[in-house]
């Protein structure tokens, strides 16, 4: 388990993105659907999406990025 200083760090960091993302968006569905394009760091996979999608047996490769 991570220790107390990097979950917090982690969770200043998606508090961050998720405000800046409200700024510009108000439908909760579209900031999450951004969030989850969001590369992570020392992830692998690193983008969330990807995640999900190896972890339901998905399609190996993501789909072509959305315009926003």
């Not at 998720?18 to 590369?39: A, I, W």
Request: charged share 25%.
């Amino acid at each position: 388990m991570a220790d107390r200083q990097t979950l917090l760090s982690a969770l200043n960091e998606v508090k961050f993105f998720c405000d800046l993302e409200l700024g510009y968006h108000t439908d909760l569905r579209r900031v999450q659907r951004n969030l989850n394009d969001l590369p992570r760091p020392r992830r692998d996979p690193c983008v969330p999406a990807e995640a999900v999608a190896m972890r339901f047996g998905g399609a190996t490769s993501l789909p072509a990025p959305r315009t926003h």
